[in-house]
DNA sequence: CACATGACTGGAT
DNA sequence: AATCCAGCCATGT
């Protein structure tokens, strides 16, 4: 990959989480190596919606969805993580670590 | 150019 | 266990 850059290997990690599957910001920034800019993965998938990538899947390290707002301003995200099967209450996900996907681990 | 804000995280209190 | 603080990087005013 040389055109591999920080918001293309955002949007290539995420676009690669399974159904059903969701990961957190912590794991995208360290899997590309910026573990402590954390904030830039939240910035990247901003953009994330241009790229028909499934921002919904990536929550917080809490399993929060801490950026359902950006996603129509309603339970959307909510919704599509229900629909996939993934357990979410009042805009939380149950039992995050049995559905965290982890890239670095999985990739 | 400087300050403030933000889809975060980890450690300290 | 809950809350606060500091670090990171990019964008906006």
Redesign the pocket.
């Known amino acids: 990959m040389a055109e591999t850059s920080f918001f293309e290997k955002v949007y290539n990690v995420t676009k690669q989480i399974p159904y059903g599957r969701v990961t ?3 794991a995208i920034a360290k899997y590309l190596g ?1 573990a ?8 990247a ?2 953009s ?2 241009k790229h028909e990538v499934p ?1 919904h899947r ?1 929550v ?3 399993g929060l969805l ?2 359902k ?3 129509g301003g309603t339970n959307l995200m909510q919704q599509l993580l229900e629909s996939e099967g993934v357990e979410v209450v009042n805009s939380k996900v149950q039992d995050f670590k049995k559905y965290f996907w982890d890239p670095v681990k999985e990739l």
Not at 36 to 43: E, I, N, Q, T, Y
Request: without cysteine; charged residues 10%; hydrophobic residues 40%.
């Open positions: 957190s910001y912590g910026a402590k800019s954390a904030r830039m993965v939240g910035w998938l901003n994330s919606v921002a990536v917080n390290r809490n801490t950026g707002h950006h996603f």
